[in-house]
């Protein structure tokens, strides 16, 4: 069964670094998103990405944060200086949205560790 | 925006027994109400999804209802199984048909359910 994967798995990082982490959506989805999910809370939505665009933003999703997708396969968050509250568990997300196909299918996460 | 309230956060039950887990959303247009299921270090994974043209949907031992006038629904699982012990999640979202966006989802905080043999 296609599955969202993601990498790294964990990332560790100073305070002021930029981090880049790497989502690769299920082949033929068109839809794509970032949430977060600080230890022991809800997940909570950042961005959603269709047609090679911004859908949707949350209000975290500030000027530090941006999405690309460089290519046909991959989506990625960057986080241009990170900082410690930014220590998160970080899910891509991608769905179809045809044929009532709504369903978010979520990757395994990567925890990314801000010191 | 959205907010979704999720009730209780930590259940426990007897194995073969029921549980129940509600939410309830503030905002009207919701139209399309996931839940899922997170197990330790994973991502959420999807169990059941119910549309606000729909009252009830079940699958298996898991149903979900759905009241769009009281602005709640919730999940039903019978049978309870060891392997359903997880942190569940409830989610809404507002679905454009008519294409183009792509909206995300409003994650309740979550329930702990575990499951006692």
């Known amino acids: 069964e296609p599955e969202v994967t993601q990498t790294p798995s964990h990332q560790v990082t100073q305070m002021g670094q930029e981090v880049i982490l790497r989502c690769v959506p299920i082949?033929?989805?068109?839809?794509f998103y970032w949430y977060r999910q600080i230890l022991g809370q809800k997940v909570e939505f950042l961005v959603s990405f269709y047609n090679n665009e911004i859908s949707e933003k949350s209000e975290i999703f500030d000027d530090q944060f941006s999405v690309e997708r460089p290519d046909g396969s991959n989506f990625t968050l960057k986080i241009r200086s990170t900082k410690l509250e930014d220590s998160a568990m970080y899910f891509c997300a991608s769905s179809l949205r045809r044929n009532n196909q709504e369903t978010q299918y979520f990757g395994p996460g990567t925890r990314l560790l801000v010191l | 925006g959205e907010n979704v309230e999720q009730h209780p956060s930590t259940l426990s039950v007897q194995e073969g027994d029921s549980a129940v887990i509600k939410c309830t959303y503030s905002?009207?247009?919701?139209?399309?109400f996931p839940w899922y299921k997170q197990e330790l270090g994973k991502g959420p994974q999807l169990i059941i999804d119910?549309?606000?043209?729909?009252g009830e949907k079940k699958d298996q031992r898991i149903a979900v209802t759905l009241n769009k006038t009281a602005k709640h629904f919730s999940l039903h699982i019978t049978e309870t199984q060891p392997e359903d012990s997880a942190v569940y999640f409830c989610a809404a979202s507002i679905l454009a048909y008519s294409g183009g966006g792509a909206d995300g989802l409003t994650f309740g905080k979550g329930t702990h359910l575990i499951i006692q043999p």
């Open positions: 082949s033929n989805h068109l839809y």
């Open positions: 119910i549309r606000s043209n729909v």
């Open positions: 905002d009207s247009a919701s139209n399309y």
